[in-house]
């Protein structure tokens, strides 16, 4: 081996251990439809890290290659500097937990069962349910506000209510890691700030690393430290909120036309779509130059 390899192979090295979840150089793709090609990310350790782009770009498949769910037909995802589909389930459940986008409960299981659920990957041969996995369940369901429901069955519950269930169940498994695929599905807009309150909290006070994808873009610049943007399975722009987020980014990404501005409770960006009449007269004038030259 040369020394130029050598020295390729162990920044390569270096460059998958630098954060503790990465892909590297992925391909994704269901039977023969290819979602994304040659794709490379590096989740940033102890960030809250938001994915962000149109529909069908994306962001759910690579959520679901980073958190082992989807093999990638080509390329690898390391974590803590191991390929993940080479690691045990149980070892990677302790590490990393995933809030999917559409979940189903077993008929007839109670909330405080489906969170004690969360506690499975401690479990083993010679350890079993503790007075520890009890205060845990039963604090993911008071960070949630969901403890109320313990004793109801989950298929009662309204669509906002099992998505909060759902969550604390992610949370009773106390993972370092934390994916959430859209975790603000079904609520109404008080608990949609509620969650995304919570997942703040998880990130400053308890060191935690999240990974989230978010179709408001205005509480994806408000909540995370790092965002992805996504369009057609590449990443057009990833940084700080403040530093990547401007009018002709959302235009290029979203296809939409707006201003960005502060926003007035935390400064971050504040994307305000042009009003309908003028997006229709920017539409028009396009077609008339498209026409003219």
Request: hydrophobic letters at 40%; one cysteine or more; charged letters at 25%.
């Amino acid at each position: 081996m040369t020394a130029d390899t050598n020295t390729s192979a162990n920044e390569a090295n270096r460059r998958s251990t630098v954060n503790r979840l990465s892909a590297e150089n992925v391909t994704l793709a269901y039977d023969q439809r290819v979602i994304a090609r040659e794709l490379s990310v590096e989740i940033p350790d102890n960030s809250f890290t938001v994915i962000v782009g149109p529909n069908a770009c994306g962001k759910s498949t690579l959520l679901r290659a980073l958190s082992r769910m989807l093999k990638p037909s080509e390329g690898r995802v390391l974590l803590d500097g191991q390929v993940i589909q080479s690691m045990p389930a149980k070892k990677v459940a302790r590490t990393l937990g995933l809030l999917p986008q559409s979940s189903i409960a077993p008929d007839g299981i109670t909330v405080g069962d489906l969170v004690g659920r969360g506690r499975y990957p401690h479990q083993g041969i010679l350890r079993q349910w503790s007075q520890e996995d009890e205060r845990v369940v039963q604090e993911s369901m008071a960070q949630t506000g969901v403890a109320e429901l313990a004793d109801r069955y989950v298929d009662e519950l309204s669509g906002g209510q099992r998505q909060r269930v759902w969550i604390a169940m992610a949370l009773a498994q106390q993972t370092p890691l934390l994916l959430l695929d859209e975790p603000t599905t079904y609520l109404d807009i008080q608990h949609q700030i509620d969650v995304l309150d919570l997942c703040a909290e998880l990130h400053e006070e308890q060191g935690r690393t999240l990974v989230a994808v978010l179709h408001d873009l205005n509480h994806a610049a408000r909540y995370a430290t790092h965002l992805i943007a996504l369009k057609e399975g590449a990443v057009i722009a990833e940084g700080a909120p403040g530093d990547i987020v401007t009018a002709e980014l959302v235009e290029e990404v979203f296809g939409l036309r707006c201003q960005v501005i502060d926003d007035p409770e935390t400064g971050t960006p504040l994307v305000v779509p042009a009003a309908r009449k003028a997006r229709a007269r920017s539409e028009r004038d396009k077609v008339a130059a498209t026409e003219a030259s």
